[in-house]
């Protein structure tokens, strides 16, 4: 499983921005960064857009969802 954090964030502001943090579990069990692995989209480009290296930076207000993806596995977070 994935884990995005944080898993909600709030940006106030034009250009207001935040780094999102991946991290997946090794078939030891162990957590491991895999945020440079993960592919990132924003479902509504209208209100934030964010980088391949995972920076989310507000366009204008209101609520969008950021996908995340490594190797196939899915997170969501969720942009206000």
Same mark, same amino acid.
């Given at each position: 499983?994935?884990?995005? *954090?944080?898993?909600?964030?709030?940006?106030? &502001?034009?250009?207001?921005?935040?780094?999102?943090?991946?991290?997946?579990?090794?078939?030891?069990?162990?957590?491991?960064?895999?945020?440079?692995?993960?592919?990132?989209?924003?479902? *509504?480009?209208?209100?934030?857009?964010?980088? *391949?290296?995972?920076?989310?930076?507000?366009?204008?207000? &209101?609520?969008?969802?950021?996908?995340?993806?490594?190797?196939?596995?899915? &997170?969501?977070?969720?942009?206000?």
């Amino acid at each position: 499983a994935l884990a995005i *954090d944080p898993p909600e964030i709030s940006l106030r &502001g034009p250009s207001a921005r935040m780094t999102l943090l991946v991290t997946g579990k090794t078939a030891a069990g162990e957590l491991r960064d895999v945020s440079r692995e993960a592919k990132f989209r924003v479902v *509504d480009g209208t209100r934030a857009a964010v980088s *391949d290296a995972g920076v989310i930076t507000a366009r204008q207000n &209101g609520e969008t969802f950021v996908e995340v993806t490594v190797a196939g596995r899915d &997170g969501p977070l969720t942009h206000r």
